[in-house]
């Protein structure tokens, strides 16, 4: 009930490797900065500026920063809608960096078709996958696996965590030291909290038997298809089965819940 696959389809993950030899599921975290630092070297992020916010939207193309001669059809990243078109040639896999968006550092691997918005900042080391969207005011602390047609929405902060494929955060949520399954969804204002408030390593705790973690901080694991209401709180070391729900304005204890949950 703890391993990767348990939670997860990792099938057409293309980080699947990440999760290549652990057992219990949240061991991928310590690994995740290794893993993105590996990518990096492989595929760096060059000529944007870096640390300020842009001052002209910048497309990026085939490994090319674009500005001139091109039009933005804007459309929903994530369904694949938003296109870029120079001298009437579609341009398949463009991506869009509208200015007044920050990215901090070369640490970062940008993909095919993403959107990011104004006032999005992001840092490294962090892979954004393709047709996500990272939209106004998000806030990408490093240390992130975002994948593809992801949404890390409006003022949503996220450090040290991994969203699978068709995970979304859309609005005013938090996600520390955790790992969204394929297709969850987030609703507004849920927090996924990461710390005790006693200085202690968390543990969670499954059917009376105590599950070390040895880790200081540690989310909230969500398997595939897990929905959350709106302003929702889960308390570190918490794990979701795949579909589970979560009602609005509930406060989730630690602890594993098995698939097809209801929280209420």
């Known amino acids: ?116 918005e104004p006032g999005a900042l992001i840092k490294g080391p962090t892979i954004i996958g393709d047709q996500t969207e990272v939209r106004q005011g998000a806030y990408i602390r490093g240390t992130c696996l975002v994948g593809a047609h992801c949404i890390v929405g409006h003022t949503t902060e996220i450090k040290n965590s991994i969203m699978l494929d068709g995970a979304k955060a859309g609005h005013f949520a938090y996600l520390g030291d955790s790992i969204l399954g394929n297709n969850c969804n987030l609703g507004a204002g849920t927090k996924l909290a990461n710390l005790k408030l006693l200085n202690a390593p968390i543990t969670i705790r499954i059917e009376g038997k105590e599950h070390p973690t040895l880790l200081r901080k540690l989310g909230a694991i969500l398997g595939d298809g897990v929905q959350t209401g709106c302003n929702s709180v889960t308390n570190p070391g918490t794990i979701l089965g795949q579909r589970s729900l979560v009602y609005p304005n509930t406060t989730v204890k630690s602890g594993y819940y098995p698939p097809g949950s209801i929280i209420r």
């Open 1 to 116: 009930m703890l391993k990767p696959e348990d939670l997860f389809d990792l099938e057409g993950f293309r980080h699947r490797d990440l999760f290549a030899g652990v057992n219990l599921v949240w061991e991928a975290l310590p690994k995740l900065k290794a893993y993105i630092l590996q990518a990096i070297a492989v595929n760096p992020i060059t000529g944007l500026p870096l640390s300020i916010p842009l001052r002209a939207t910048l497309v990026v193309y085939e490994g090319k920063l674009l500005q001139e001669g091109i039009e933005i059809i804007p459309g929903d990243a994530t369904k694949e809608k938003m296109k870029v078109v120079k001298n009437g040639k579609v341009l398949e896999g463009a991506s869009v960096l509208y200015a007044g968006c920050v990215l901090a550092d070369e640490g970062i691997v940008i993909g095919r078709g993403i959107v990011v």
